[in-house]
């Protein structure tokens, strides 16, 4: 069984910065893919990015390329969404979540993922 808590969200101005945490509990296979997804006032929840466990490669909605990145510390169980230049079209509760097997394709597909953390809330305005 797989647990994962987000921290790090909040209020930031356009233009700013917030970096997000997911902490997973429990043993992380070589498999797993751990991604964000994000979901605004009356959007769908959509994909923000992704990065694979073993290897480190990631893969990002056009959205956010070039603004976000996502990095991981094994050591630590922990993977990060580091969102720089933060419009007010980012804001959305966050959320990480895990799957495995997943081949890039289908990396932007929620119902992919079995494991999901509680969201946390970032809000960009000035």
């Known amino acids: 069984q797989l647990q994962l808590v987000e921290s790090g969200g909040g209020w930031a101005q356009p233009g700013g910065s917030l970096r997000l945490s997911c902490v997973a509990s429990?043993?992380?296979?070589?498999?797993?893919?751990m991604g964000w997804f994000r979901q605004g006032p009356g959007k769908d929840r959509e994909f923000v990015g992704a990065?694979?466990?073993?290897?480190?490669?990631?893969s990002y909605a056009d959205s956010v390329k070039g603004r976000f990145s996502i990095s991981k510390t094994s050591a630590k169980n922990t993977v990060f969404l580091q969102m720089n230049s933060l419009m007010p079209g980012d804001t959305a509760v966050y959320y990480c979540?895990?799957?495995?097997?997943?081949?890039?394709?289908?990396?932007?597909?929620?119902?992919?993922?079995?494991?999901w953390g509680q969201g946390t809330q970032v809000t960009v305005s000035s």
């Open positions: 979540a895990a799957g495995f097997g997943l081949i890039t394709s289908s990396m932007p597909y929620s119902e992919k993922y079995g494991y």
């Open positions: 429990g043993r992380i296979l070589n498999n797993a893919v």
């Open positions: 990065i694979k466990w073993s290897g480190g490669s990631t």
